[in-house]
């Protein structure tokens, strides 16, 4: 139990913690700069429970698909597949649905088993051919989007949802957005595989050492194939939300998801070469870029220059690179120290 | 620069002084007044173990670390905020273990690379090029050809054209650190000639090595470090082995190796006719007793390693049977060889023997998943309770099972390494070259608790390139030269017996 308690310790006086500070700054300034009174007297913008709920809300899709990334990066590796596997999934169900003819529950259950298969399409390539991740994403990328595109023709769009799932995505639940029950589910399931289970140890030993992890007789090949179909899971389940929040299927849904997936696991302190991360982190990270997007969309000076979507993109760039500069300062610092006063002779 | 062709006698000043040095890292106190004299024409073994100093030694007269205290004087100046670049202009050349040449490029261009002045556009003289590193080579008696690619070379050959570049640049202190580590037999006394060669011509050779018997042949003096103070430098003459492993360890050393006391019981492990073409393994046969070490000697390439790797499963045998206790086994993977209760510490411990970055806790459970922990849930209480049991058992210095295993010593990370395999109560453990890079009171503890790993009724497979190690621990001895076994020998043979079956020139099978 002592070396539970440590580990959280050591984990939340680390990068999560100056995340953390992060977001509170982001959110209190929001919260003054981006709440106004309109003329009807009415208190609008940011500071309202109906604009956080919002951010919830649109918070949920990028979120899983940054919880299906967290352990495929800590291995080391890399799924820049998930979104377009988004937009498949998403046409899927709606085919399954509209065109097959099935109840809601048995189409949601069939895009899930379609979504793990799909990463289980990446796994194989990955671990049975040795392929590079990102070689082997980056084709799967572009042939699952392509594959929605074909089904749809580029023109199909399947609406007409039922009332009952529009629920999912549009309505509350004990007082949240639905979907965010979804969200948080799974984001304690993976927490849980991460930080609690040989899973997750695996993982991480992974993304350190693979080689010495075969040393140990983990079993290296089962496990990255079991992170890359759980992203083709995660993946499936976000496209269903997408869905549901939009009441619409389309090809092109999820496009340019997985950058903001990745951007949101590397602000949260996972690191790109692998072993270490942590679940809340991404969390922190999902919150801080979504806050950061919304919130710019409130201020009075952005809403006049109707350029929201591109101060948010830059914003988001800027505050990556001020992390992962905060995450290697200490150590650069303590370098220079140690470095001589005295020059050569 | 040219080199001082004469051997100075040594009551003139010393070619390199360093006078009270002290340098801490964080609150870890690495040196804490080290003195050291080099004369001009002296080898001069620098001895200690792990963590005694002698690496930030090493940075600090390469100019790779400053001092905290202390002067350094090079040839009777002292020497202020001393950088790589001055320490080379100085003539302080360092020889490291693993050379850091480019492997693309030839060996005049490599040799080019660190003489010529760093200015990108000049002409380019291909043949002053090529004779320079023809004499250097030639100086040291290298027959190694200049045009050569150095990823064609050997690793000694390697460290020849290293040793080149520094007498090229004039180098006056030579250091190297471990040079003998990867060599072979031949390869060793190849480099010793080179060593006396750079001695009969002034150079002063600062010489650090695990290996008593080679500062004995080699060393005139020898400084010894522990725990970052020197404790005395001593005529090398006139020393035994174990005085001088009394003041490494600061403690009194019976003997180097433990006596045998296990009585092997029954056969354990049988190998017959074993090949695997991957790996270049073939035809070994070789039965195991339970209780029993069996030492696997032979130069370094004869097939030890990959005869572990085929015997864990990591490289699966393609002809031949292996039996475990009766039962014929096929070995696919390692997952398989452990839930048989075969482990194997491997040779490269810091690549495969442990993960550095992780805690001392999750390294020594880390081969014990299924049986800690059988739901998949981590159980930290169990798991540190386990490696605290570890810590205790086998004296792993370290501060706590939560220290990554990357802030250990040698001795200490090779202990984790171990703990990880004895974790899972293994009937055959096969040890690859336990002691390597290993300070000599950790090798003396690592030996006591194979021998008590025997005597609780192991088999042990012992494979190290420490011909006195096989020679003192084994009951049996396997040879083997080009991927076989070519002889078995009882324990109490001799070295030169070993060594002739080992090279293959006795009659085959003699046992």
Known sequence: ??????????????????????????????????????????????????????????????????????PVIITAGIDLSVGSLLGLCAILFGQLWHDGGLPIPVAAGLTLALGALAGGLNATLITALRLPPLIVTLGTYSLFRGLAEAITRGSITYTGF??????????????????????????????????????????????????????????????????????????????IIYTARLGQAKADAGTGYELFAITAVVLGGTSIFGGTGSVHGTLLGVAAIAVLKNGLACLPVVMGMNAAEEMSGLLTGALLLLALTASVLPKILANFRSRPHAPAP | MPITLRALPCMSSPLLALSQLT??????????????????GEVHALLGENGAGKSTLIKIVTGAHQPDGGTITVAGQIVAGLTPAAAHALGIACIYQQPALFPDLTVAENIALRLEPGSALRRVDWPARRTRAHDLLARIGASIAPTAEVRTLSMPEQQLVEIACALGAGARIVIMDEPTASLTHKEQHLLYAVVRDLRAHGVGVIYISHRLEEIFMLADRVTVLRDGQSVGTHPVDGLTETALIRLMVGREMTQIYPPAESVPGETLLTVRDVGCAASGVKHVSFDVRAGEIFGLGGLVGAGRTELARVLFGLTPADSGEITLAGRRLTLRSPQEAIAHGIAYVPEDRRRHGVVLDLPIAHNVTMALHRHLFPTSWLRFGAERSLALEFIRDLAVKCAGPAAPVGSLSGGNQQKVSLARWLATKPRLLILDEPTQGVDVGAKGEIHRIIRRLAREGLAVILISSDLPEVLGMSDRIGVMAGGTLTAILPGHSDAPTVMAAALGSTEKGAA
């Open chain 1, 1 to 70: 139990m002592n070396t539970a308690k440590r580990d959280w310790k050591a984990l939340l006086t680390r990068h999560e913690m100056l995340l953390l500070y992060v977001l509170i700054a982001e959110w209190l300034f929001f919260y003054f700069a981006g709440t106004t009174t309109n003329r009807r007297g009415v208190v609008v913008g940011f500071g309202t429970m109906d604009r956080q709920f919002d951010i919830l809300r649109h918070s949920c899709e990028i979120g899983l698909l940054a919880l299906a990334l967290t």
């Open chain 1, 162 to 239: 039922p009332e009952t799932f529009l629920f999912v995505g549009q309505e509350r639940w004990l007082g949240l957005p639905t979907q965010a029950w979804i969200f948080f589910v799974v984001a304690l399931a993976v927490w849980l595989l991460v930080h609690r289970t040989t899973f997750g140890r695996t993982f991480r030993t992974i993304g350190l050492a693979p080689e010495g992890a075969r040393y140990a007789g983990l079993p290296v090949e089962r496990r990255l194939a079991l992170v890359y179909v759980l992203a083709g899971l995660i993946a499936a389940i976000a496209a």
């Open chain 2, 23 to 40: 340098k801490s890292f964080g609150g870890a106190r690495a040196l804490r007044g080290v003195n050291f004299e080099l004369q001009a």
